[in-house]
């Protein structure tokens, strides 16, 4: 149980929520356009990753949170394949935003990943708090591509290591 603010907070796996209520707090986080969104293009054709994907539950047992985890690759101009996982969307129901739920959701998600094996995390999100909180950073990013619009100050790397990132490349599904 993670301590929220004054409310207790239950994260549980997200595979033990009913995929409606998902969607609907989806719909209710960002609106129901959100499937033109981006990132939805980036990871398009895959299902989320249920080890890195959460829900937070209110005192009341109240769905009012999710996080979920992608399988996703850079693919180099010269077709090669970087996976990485993409992480988001954070999404909180209104009236509970700004009380700590999708940062105890993001903490849950990545003290989930493997540190034998971390792929990069990538991100399209404020670096300011992504960068302060988790590590993630526009650096290295900057000849990286996506399949639609975006702010490319807000594309974010999360990496042991970024000099092993390709320069270059379009961001994508990782469909194996």
Request: net charge negative.
């Amino acid at each position: 149980m993670t301590q929220i603010h004054s409310e207790a907070a239950t994260i549980i796996p997200l595979d033990n929520v009913d995929p409606a209520l998902v969607e609907a707090l989806l719909d209710a986080a960002f609106e129901p356009e959100r499937h033109k969104r981006t990132a939805y293009k980036v990871r398009e054709g895959t299902d989320w990753l249920p080890a890195l994907s959460f829900a937070a539950l209110d005192a009341s047992e109240m769905l009012v949170g999710t996080i979920q985890c992608w399988p996703v690759a850079l693919n180099t101009p010269e077709g090669r394949p970087f996976p990485m996982i993409m992480v988001g969307p954070v999404a909180v129901m209104p009236g509970h935003q700004g009380m700590g739920y999708g940062q105890a959701l993001m903490s849950t998600s990545m003290a989930s990943i493997d540190d034998r094996a971390p792929l990069p995390q990538v991100m399209i999100g404020d670096p300011e708090y992504y960068g302060r909180f988790w590590g993630f950073s526009n650096e290295g990013t900057e000849g990286w591509e996506l399949p639609g619009p975006f702010e490319r100050r807000r594309l974010l790397v999360r990496c042991a290591n970024i000099a092993v990132l390709p320069e270059r490349g379009m961001l994508g599904p990782w469909l194996r």
